[in-house]
């Protein structure tokens, strides 16, 4: 059974960095396509970035593009989210997912298509 624990959430004020990581369980994190999601209070969970098994392929919801980096050592099972210049609509509850793609290159965006999912990691951003 694949698991997948993130970390590295918490409070910050407007301006600041945070940086996520999600950590994989099982030997075949190098097939699974990643992402991040995040959801904030009274609202829809939504998408924030992935990253394809390769890892040469990213994309970002547009929100965030420039002040976030979605990234993954395979050799560490991980894959990572450094957020800079947070805003305070940033603040969310944050879940990683992977999801089994045949195509190293393959990027999920839906959520509906991601197979395993963490159980989140709060970001507070204060301004």
């Known amino acids: 059974q694949v698991q997948l624990v993130e970390s590295g959430g918490g409070l910050v004020q407007a301006g600041g960095s945070l940086r996520l990581s999600c950590a994989v369980s099982?030997?075949?994190?190098?097939?699974?396509?990643m992402g991040w999601f995040r959801q904030a209070p009274g609202k829809e969970r939504e998408f924030v970035a992935a990253?394809?098994?390769?890892?040469?392929?990213?994309t970002y919801v547009d929100s965030v593009k420039g002040r976030f980096t979605i990234s993954r050592e395979n050799a560490k099972n991980t894959v990572s989210l450094q957020m800079n210049s947070l805003k305070p609509e940033d603040t969310a509850v944050y879940y990683c997912?992977?999801?089994?793609?045949?195509?190293?290159?393959?990027?999920?965006?839906?959520?509906?298509?991601?197979?395993?999912w963490g159980q989140g990691t709060q970001v507070t951003v204060s301004s």
């Open positions: 997912a992977a999801g089994v793609r045949r195509r190293s290159w393959a990027i999920i965006i839906s959520e509906i298509e991601y197979d395993y």
């Open positions: 099982g030997r075949t994190f190098s097939t699974y396509a």
């Open positions: 990253m394809s098994a390769s890892g040469g392929s990213t």
